[in-house]
C-alpha cells in the first residue's frame, strides 16, 4: 500500500448529530479532516485491509482506497501507525517540546506549576491531579492531591489558594481571538461551533494547551515527529475537555458542558497521551516489514 505523504483531499465539516463526542471536539479546532484517499495511489490490486476506528474499505473501479469519516484523529493514528518514528524519537520530541523557554523557565516546568498546591497532610509542596468542579457557572469544589514526600494521595476540599490560582490562569481577549482566528475566520460557519467547543476547557487548560501548541508551532522538528505530537496533543486536547468520560446520555439530548466534571492536570496527560502514541507508532509498517 502507499501511504499519502501530503493529502490531497482537505474538508472541514461540522460534525453531524451522529458524530462521535471526539469528532465533535476535534473538528472545531481544525485538525485537518480527509474525505477519502485518492484511488489512484491505492495498489492496483487487492483490497486494503488496514482498518482504524471509523474507516471502511471502498472500491472505485479497479483500484481500493480507504474512506475516512469526518474525524480526522483516525486518520493521523493510521498514518503513524504506518510509518511513525520510534518510541524513543517520540519521547525526545515531547521533551525537547517541554525544553522550550517560556518566561524564563523550561515549557514543561511552567505547566507543572499550575498544578501545585500544599499537601493537606505535611503542607510540603504537591501535584494536584485532577480538580472537581460542579453547578452552572461551574464552581471548583475539590482536588485530588498526590505527595511525593509523605506519600499521601487522595481528595481534599479546594481552598481560596486554589479559587484563585484558577481564576488567574486564563486566556486574555487577544489570545482567545488568536485561538478562533487561526480555527475559523469571522465569517466561516464553524465560528460559533469553535466558541462553543471553548467552553468545554477550564480557563486553565485552555491556556495550558493552546500555549502547548503554540510552542509546537516554533519547536524543530522532522515532519514524523510533528505528527506525532500533533496526535499526542489531539489526545490531551480531548481528555482535557470537560466532556471526556461523561455519560453517554449526555450526548443524546444536546452538546452542553456537564454539571460535574474533572480538570485533568494537563501535564499528567500529555504523558498518559506519550505512552498511548509509543505504544501505536509504526506498529503496521513494523509488521509489514
Not at 485538525?31 to 489512484?40: D, K, R, S, Y
Not at 469519516?69 to 498514518?79: K, S
Request: proline share 9%; charged share 20%.
Amino acid at each position: 500500500m502507499t501511504l499519502l505523504t501530503e493529502l490531497p483531499a482537505w474538508l472541514s465539516l461540522p460534525p453531524g448529530r451522529s458524530s462521535s463526542p471526539e469528532a465533535v471536539i476535534a473538528a472545531p479546532f481544525a485538525l485537518p479532516v480527509i474525505q477519502a484517499m485518492a484511488a489512484q495511489q491505492a495498489p492496483a490490486t487487492g483490497m486494503v485491509a488496514l482498518f482504524t476506528t471509523g474507516a471502511a474499505p471502498a472500491l472505485l473501479g479497479e483500484h481500493p482506497c480507504l474512506y475516512l469519516d469526518p474525524n480526522p484523529l483516525p486518520l493521523l493514528a493510521l498514518t503513524l501507525q504506518l510509518h511513525g518514528p520510534t518510541p524513543a524519537q517520540i519521547a525526545s520530541a515531547l521533551s525537547r517540546l517541554l525544553a522550550q523557554p517560556y518566561r524564563g523557565r523550561p515549557w514543561g516546568q511552567y505547566l507543572q506549576s499550575l498544578y501545585l498546591t500544599s499537601c493537606p497532610a505535611c503542607w510540603r509542596p504537591a501535584m494536584v491531579q485532577d480538580y472537581r468542579w460542579q453547578g452552572a457557572p461551574p464552581t471548583l469544589i475539590a482536588k485530588q492531591v498526590r505527595c511525593d514526600f509523605c506519600d499521601f494521595q487522595g481528595e481534599t476540599h479546594a481552598d481560596a489558594d486554589d479559587q484563585a490560582r484558577a481564576a488567574e490562569v486564563a486566556p486574555g481577549p487577544s489570545l482567545r481571538w488568536e485561538m478562533l482566528a487561526r480555527v475559523a475566520p469571522v465569517e466561516d460557519p464553524l465560528r460559533a461551533r469553535v466558541e462553543q467547543a471553548l467552553g468545554f476547557y477550564t480557563p486553565r487548560n485552555l491556556w495550558g494547551l493552546w500555549q502547548t501548541l503554540r510552542i509546537l508551532d516554533e519547536t524543530e522538528l522532522s515532519r514524523e515527529e510533528r505528527r506525532a505530537l500533533q496526535w499526542l496533543l489531539a489526545i490531551a486536547l480531548w481528555q482535557g475537555s470537560s466532556l471526556a468520560g461523561q455519560d453517554d446520555l449526555l450526548w443524546q439530548a444536546a452538546l452542553r458542558r456537564p454539571r460535574r466534571f474533572r480538570e485533568r492536570n494537563l501535564w499528567l496527560l500529555l504523558h498518559e497521551a506519550l505512552e498511548q502514541v509509543q505504544q501505536q507508532t509504526g506498529r503496521v509498517g513494523h509488521a509489514r516489514g
